[in-house]
């Protein structure tokens, strides 16, 4: 019965000071009233990791070159993030899909992949009761499961119905992208291949097909090829009523 | 608190008397049997990651998840690197298997890691799903505890007064 642990704290690493360093940022902290505080964080955000304050990462989708009968981006999210069409389309996981619009007036039809908006005011956030849905710095709009509860709020709350809930138990997930029962899940915008310098799956499986109709980029660098085709073409953004500013943008729909 | 202690007096009782018996059997092997680790050993020693991991991990998991910091230390995959347990065939054991590193402790002290239920146990390309069928479902990770609601029925009738006169216990 001596499985006992050290009750010595001192030996110890300080975490916080840890917690500190790590972050590289400088923290200001106001005392409102005694116990309430506000803390603010400022400084050299971009050291703290790979979601860098000074980008937004974007899409751009031209629904002229989007083949319809092409499913390349969806085929390739699905393998990449290891969500499957189990043959229950009302309960099964769709990160992105394809969307086919006609105009009633003119009878033209365009297609077009439509995943999470990445909007700059997500809607999904300012509802999630926990804060488990949240916008990265770079604006990248994410669910940390391990405090999703999944009550699913932010599923009503998208105008896109970008988000999906986990049903039943999962197995076999990709180490990248952990998911499982009882969370809500969304596209990532393959937040773990961005933050290794690659580009999200479902462009480069759109570029490998020729039709190219993705563009992935940085939406605050003027010089980027996605800021330049925005700069110059004119684009919309899905349900631009809404005045959410969503990171995913369209062309020739 | 009567009935909190009686618990616990019943709990450690048989624990209790097998040290008193002494079978021969060491104290040693009546405590975890982790699998063996490769890899370096922790400079922060065993003890501070026994006490410590799950504060370590949860730090820097939000560390990942909220600011992308890829380059972190503890991460459930990193541990696994060294802490991986491995079934007769040397294939690696998912977190379905009691010989899972994880669980060797957390199945002692009966307590349940939800991590798996989204993570993978296992590096890429294990096939868990076929340990999953095999195994018990993750539900069951905190096995054949007491039964409480007996527990309690019983330790009720101890009390009351009915049954402490039918019984002879409190004369």
Redesign the interface.
């Known amino acids: 019965m001596t499985f006992r642990l050290p009750d010595d704290e001192s030996e110890k690493p300080d975490l916080k000071r840890r917690d500190f360093l790590r972050s590289g940022a400088a923290v200001a902290v106001i005392t409102l009233a005694p116990g309430v505080t506000l803390t603010a964080f400022g400084g050299s955000e971009a050291e703290a990791g790979a979601a860098d304050a000074g980008k937004r990462w974007g899409l751009l989708i031209d629904a002229s070159r989007c083949d319809p009968d092409c499913n390349a981006c969806v085929t390739a999210c699905s393998q990449e993030n290891g969500w499957e069409d189990t043959g229950k389309p009302e309960t099964d996981a769709q990160w992105i899909r394809k969307v086919t619009l006609k105009d009633k007036a003119t009878g033209r039809e365009s297609s077009l992949p439509v995943m999470c908006q990445h909007c700059e005011e997500p809607p999904c956030v300012d509802v999630c009761p926990t804060g488990a849905s949240f916008k990265r710095a770079d604006g990248i709009v994410l669910v940390d499961k391990h405090i999703c509860i999944g009550c699913r709020y932010c599923m009503m709350a998208c105008p896109y119905k970008a988000r999906s809930f986990i049903h039943e138990p999962i197995v076999n997930q990709k180490s990248w992208a952990p998911r499982g029962k009882g969370t809500v899940e969304s596209c990532t915008l393959c937040v773990h291949r961005v933050d290794t310098g690659r580009i999200p799956a479902c462009v480069e499986a759109c570029a490998a097909t020729g039709n190219k109709a993705i563009i992935f980029g940085d939406l605050k660098d003027p010089e980027s090829e996605i800021s330049r085709r925005l700069a110059e073409y004119p684009s919309l953004a899905l349900r631009a009523d809404l005045d959410l500013n969503p990171g995913v943008r369209y062309t020739n729909l | 608190m009567f009935r909190l202690l009686l618990i616990f007096a019943l709990a450690l009782g048989p624990?209790g008397v097998v040290?008193a018996e002494d079978h021969g059997e060491p104290?040693s092997k009546m405590?975890p049997q982790l699998p063996p680790a490769t890899g370096e050993p922790h400079p922060?020693g065993n003890?501070?990651w026994?006490?410590?991991h799950m504060?370590?991990l949860?730090?820097d998991?939000?560390?990942?998840?909220?600011?992308?910091?890829?380059e972190i230390q503890a991460s459930l995959?990193e541990c696994f690197v060294c802490h991986q347990a491995k079934d007769e065939n040397g294939t690696p054991v998912s977190a379905d298997d009691p010989r899972n590193f994880c669980r060797v402790c957390h199945d002692f002290v009966g307590i349940k890691v939800d991590c798996f239920?989204?993570?993978?146990s296992t590096?890429?390309g294990v096939?868990?799903?076929a340990q999953?069928a095999g195994g018990e479902d993750?539900a069951d990770m905190v096995r054949d505890g007491p039964d409480l609601e007996e527990l309690f029925a019983y330790l009720d009738g101890l009390t009351s007064p009915e049954m402490a006169q039918t019984e002879g216990i409190g004369e």
């Open positions: 624990a040290t104290i405590l922060e003890e501070f026994r006490k410590k504060e370590l949860s730090h998991r939000n560390l990942t998840v909220r600011e992308g910091e890829r995959k239920v989204c993570h993978r590096p890429d096939d868990e799903a999953r993750r």
